[in-house]
């Protein structure tokens, strides 16, 4: 069982920034990638950004440069800072971790993030 804890959502206005934080813990032996989705209000789940255990990232178009993911491999922690967030930004992140091989995969509980113009 691998468990996922996020932190740093909130409350903002336009144009200002959070800093989301998703640690994992448990049996963790060995991670592929972790990720971080949002979901609002009546839509789809929908991919934000990833990055895999080389450091390699991936950026859906609507967050490319304004988001910016990192890790901590050492603490198995995954980082989505996020800058300059819109109204529309206003949703759910959760985070999602995939292990070795893709033999397991959590979603982490989610977390609010509420963006105000």
């Known amino acids: 069982q691998v468990q996922l804890v996020e932190s740093g959502g909130g409350s903002v206005q336009a144009g200002g920034s959070l800093r989301l934080t998703c640690a994992a813990s448990g049996d963790t032996d060995c991670i592929f990638d972790m990720s971080w989705y949002c979901q609002a209000p009546g839509k789809e789940r929908e991919f934000l950004s990833a990055i895999d255990s080389e450091g390699t990232t991936r950026y859906a178009d609507s967050v490319k440069g304004r988001f910016a993911i990192s890790q901590d491999n050492a603490k198995n922690t995954v980082y989505l800072q996020m800058n300059s967030l819109k109204p529309a930004d206003t949703a759910m992140y959760y985070c999602?971790?995939?292990?070795?091989?893709?033999?397991?995969?959590?979603w982490g509980q989610g977390i609010q993030v509420t963006v105000s113009s």
């Open positions: 999602y971790v995939r292990g070795c091989a893709q033999k397991w995969a959590y």
